[in-house]
């Protein structure tokens, strides 16, 4: 399948207090430069703040970056308000600190598509995203 | 012909024979300079052995700031921790002591350290979860119980909050009956480095500094055995900072306090003494180690040239200091990081520090249980025992190389600095984002070199395993935390005098937008019982919200 006309556009997102924003800000670079619109929200975002953004942003994915243990809660709660708002069809991919399999499972169970712990390659990220977006 | 010349061409000779036909690969400090395959004393330009290095714990400080160095002293060996409520993190704290930790450290959970208390919707999932929850005085005087604050010293990885945390200590050693001037203990308090890395900032950067410069004087006026400031390179490193950038940043962040102390009216003999600093050692051994020197020399140099201290503690800079960063421990292989931490802790103590932290390994995965901890201080306790480095100061002074990698950093610190001056200083940098770009530019290349392969990574880009997931025991926090925690709050607004809470936090606003020093308004309020999240939400209502600047 060929590239879509228009530019995939990313919500990087950092919900909750943790300030580690390394990542997100190496990966809000490395999307741009596989070709993305990449929209960061900088730090200490609550969880309505990254809904309405990604919704006024109108976003293929959203990338939640996450290092201090919360994955799993902010990531249901993120999803949650998300559907009450109706927005059931975009990415939602997770990356950061994700110390088990088990967190891994159970993220996807909840409704995240992606999960990327740290050091994961930015083409195995860009290809995930690329594909999956494709696919919709 | 002199001897160095003499040197310099027969070096150029060697080069020729040895490596004219078969090349090697070139090989770069990871702050982005040129190495040679070998150094020589020609390599010193016009080294002056009482000039450059001197004698330890005289001026510039090179070998050291303390003459006898660890044949007196051992450094204090520092493991940072907290978790949970401060029963929890009294009991590991009473745990560390025990197994041979010489002073504390303490960790905040996110909640604390952003100024939440624990009943605020925003923070439910972070009670406890990565540090201690702090919302009153009382969860202070539970994490020192049984430790008079006289006899131990502890450590404050708080910035934001740091007014709050240093009133609430000092009630705690009142309530102690411990006399002011005998508490001990290093206050964070590095404001400008948290827009750079890590993030725990609250109000702007000018209301930020005011906060920073009333620790400054009140600690000097009336705690003085105490650091008001810990002066961070090693976050800067951690979010992608070389170690010219941690240097030259954390030194141009160190004059900003300095001169708004000295702006307050404080002659600065009077503070500079108890100025301290953290700086961390990752990966490249040799280079951190010079890295350590040459701070310390350039400190000096510019305490004693630039603001004419006189006093030569003035001009000691003393480093608490981190063995392998947080950002080089990985989830493969995890055992493998203990070895990360070793080199790290080795390279910080030949380096000179006064206080070290070595990391636990399993940190690529949550914070570290009771025996990673310990784990990670037996790790300083073989090389201060064991490996016999303790036994001769600075052993690595002299060495061709060190002493021309230390000249070197020295000389590119310097230039950046002088940049920040032309640019206008940090506090403006920081506004514009111009630093955070610099330091996410390191961060990026060095992903990309991860990737690549260009930078090594054992188990991770080389020598991978793939392996079944391990069953270890991770950290967890316990289910009954958030309620205990909202109980024990609940109960402490119940039992204090609301109006007396109001009163203060009146009089606190009062000084907030006056000129007064505000930390013994902000203990006022600690000691009616009001809450971190209480003062810090007035605090943010008057001095307004910080815009972090796009860099990405």
């Known amino acids: 399948m060929g590239k879509r006309e228009i530019p995939i556009r990313v919500l990087v997102a950092k919900p909750g207090l943790d300030g580690h924003d390394r990542g997100a800000k190496v990966v809000v670079r490395a999307l741009r430069d596989a070709g993305m619109e990449v929209i960061y929200t900088g730090l200490h975002q609550s969880v309505d703040q990254v809904v309405a953004t990604a919704i006024q942003e109108d976003v293929d994915v959203i990338g939640l970056s996450i290092l201090n243990g919360v994955h799993i809660p902010i990531s249901k709660k993120i999803i949650m308000k998300l559907k009450e708002k109706g927005v059931e069809d975009r990415l939602i991919t997770v990356g950061g600190v994700i110390p088990t399999k088990e967190d891994e499972e159970e993220l996807k169970r909840i409704g995240v598509h992606g999960v990327f712990p740290t050091s994961t390659p930015f083409d195995v990220i860009v290809g995930f995203i690329e594909s999956n977006v494709h696919a919709r | ?552």
Not at chain 2, 14 to 19: E, N
Not at chain 2, 278 to 284: P, V
Request: proline share 4%; aromatic share 8%; with cysteine.
């Open chain 2, 1 to 552: 012909m002199d001897k160095t010349e003499d040197i310099r061409k027969d070096k150029e000779r060697w080069v020729k024979d040895c490596l004219g036909k078969k090349p090697v690969k070139e090989a770069k400090s990871v702050s982005g300079f040129d190495l040679d395959v070998v150094y020589t004393p020609a390599d010193l330009n016009d080294f002056d052995y009482k000039r450059d290095l001197g004698f330890p714990g005289e001026y510039p400080y090179t070998r050291g700031v303390y003459g006898p160095m660890y044949r007196r002293n051992l450094w204090t060996m520092r493991q940072y921790a907290g978790f949970g409520t401060a029963e929890e993190t009294n009991e590991r704290f009473n745990y560390l002591l025990k197994v041979g930790n010489t002073g504390l450290s303490v960790a905040f959970d996110l909640a604390t350290q952003m100024g939440y208390d624990s009943d605020d919707p925003m923070v439910e999932e972070e009670v406890g979860r990565v540090g201690v929850a702090v919302d009153t005085v009382k969860d202070m005087e539970t994490i020192f119980a049984g430790m008079p604050l006289d006899k131990i010293t502890t450590s404050f990885t708080i910035n934001g909050c740091a007014p709050i945390i240093l009133a609430m200590y000092v009630v705690v050693a009142e309530k102690q009956g411990v006399p002011l001037e005998k508490v001990g203990g290093t206050l964070q308090n590095d404001i400008l480095k948290e827009y750079m890395a890590r993030g725990t900032w609250l109000y702007p950067p000018e209301p930020s500094l005011r906060l920073t410069t009333d620790i400054i004087e009140f600690c000097t006026k009336n705690l003085p055995r105490f650091n008001p400031i810990s002066i961070c390179g090693g976050h800067l490193r951690g979010a992608g900072a070389n170690p010219v950038q941690e240097g030259a940043y954390s030194l141009s962040n160190a004059i900003t306090y300095v001169e708004r102390a000295v702006e307050r009216g404080l002659d600065v003999d009077s503070f500079a003494p108890r100025l301290s600093f953290l700086l961390a050692s990752r990966e490249e051994f040799f280079e951190e180690i010079a890295k350590m020197r040459a701070v310390r020399r350039l400190w000096a140099k510019i305490m004693k040239e630039r603001f004419g201290a006189k006093d030569p503690r003035s001009m000691m800079l003393r480093v608490f200091a981190v063995g392998g960063g947080g950002i080089d421990l990985t989830k493969e292989q995890p055992e493998t990081n203990i070895v990360r931490a070793s080199i790290g802790t080795l390279g910080v103590i030949l380096g000179g520090a006064q206080a070290v932290m070595t990391c636990p390994y399993d940190e690529a995965y949550a914070i570290p249980t009771e025996e990673s901890e310990r784990l990670a201080l037996r790790t300083q306790q073989i090389i201060a025992h064991e490996s016999g480095v303790t036994k001769v100061v600075d052993p690595l002074g002299g060495s061709y190389y060190i002493e021309a990698l230390t000249n070197r950093i020295e000389e590119e610190m310097k230039k950046m600095m002088a940049d920040v001056e032309k640019r206008g200083g940090m506090v403006k940098l920081i506004e514009s984002g111009y630093v955070q770009g610099e330091i996410l530019k390191g961060a990026y290349e060095e992903e990309k070199k991860l990737i690549s392969g260009e930078k090594a990574k054992v188990g991770v880009n080389m020598f991978r395993v793939e392996e079944e997931e391990r069953d270890f025991e991770l950290h967890q926090l316990s289910p009954e935390t958030f309620t205990n925690q909202l109980a024990k709050l609940k109960a402490v607004k119940e039992e204090r005098d609301d109006k007396k809470v109001k009163a203060s936090l009146d009089r606190l606003r009062s000084a907030l937008k006056g000129t007064e020093n505000t930390i013994p308004y902000v203990m006022d309020v600690v000691r009616a019982y009001g809450t971190l999240g209480e003062i810090t939400a007035l605090m943010k209502d008057v001095f307004g919200k910080f815009r972090e600047p796009s860099v990405v």
